[in-house]
């Protein structure tokens, strides 16, 4: 992968990440209203928050992994291409 293209998409990341945490900290201004329709969409908020936060750090693993060095290896323990034999 071209490495413009992996600080693209880490940047896109950790910009979903961002807007995850800012909508489950919104997302608590309706978690301690009284009406039960604030609630529930508050609770809503904060379910959506959780999502992009963890999406976005399985991206961040993902497409870090390579730039890392971090090398694919398999359960077996055989090499998983012809240039590591």
Do not use: K, W, Y
């Not at 959506?48 to 390579?66: N, Q």
Request: charged share 10%; aromatic share 4%.
């Amino acid at each position: 992968m071209n490495r413009s293209i992996q600080v693209l998409c880490l940047f896109i990341a950790f910009l979903t990440m961002l807007g995850g945490a800012v909508g489950m900290a919104l997302s608590f201004i309706n978690l301690s209203s009284t009406s039960m329709q604030n609630i529930h969409s508050g609770q809503a908020g904060f379910v959506a928050g959780a999502v992009l936060i963890g999406t976005g750090l399985m991206t961040c693993a993902i497409v870090a992994g390579p730039c890392l060095g971090v090398r694919e290896t398999r359960l077996d323990g055989a090499p998983t291409s012809a240039d590591d034999r």
